[in-house]
């Protein structure tokens, strides 16, 4: 498995924009697919966005797409989510998580950071 660290939350104005990192440790394999996901306290976790190992295939939530990206570093192992035009309803703790293959469930998970956006 790899181990996964998030980076870059915090609180933000509605309108503003932060980018989250994802660092990896571990068996490059291990992490081919990268995801972030989103869960608040009581609220069941939410797939935000994906990408494959050479980044030409990625994929995004309907209530993100246009106002999130998703990128990755391999020389670096951090895989990326750039957010801008945020709104209060992104408010969540964002987690990234990583899988082998895309038949695969997520089964590395990091600890999560949190995003909070004011109205």
């Known amino acids: 498995q790899v181990q996964l660290v998030e980076s870059g939350g915090g609180l933000v104005q509605a309108g503003g924009s932060l980018r989250l990192s994802c660092v990896a440790s571990g068996h490059p394999f291990t992490m081919n697919i990268v995801g972030w996901f989103r869960q608040a306290p009581g609220k069941e976790r939410e797939f935000v966005s994906s990408i494959n190992w050479r980044g030409s295939n990625t994929d995004y939530a309907d209530s993100v797409k246009g106002r999130f990206t998703i990128s990755r570093d391999n020389a670096k192992n951090t895989v990326d989510l750039q957010m801008n035009s945020l709104k209060p309803d992104d408010t969540d703790i964002y987690y990234c998580?990583?899988?082998?293959?895309?038949?695969?469930?997520?089964?590395?998970w990091g600890h999560g950071t949190q995003v909070t956006v004011s109205s």
């Open positions: 998580a990583a899988k082998a293959t895309f038949s695969d469930a997520y089964n590395s």
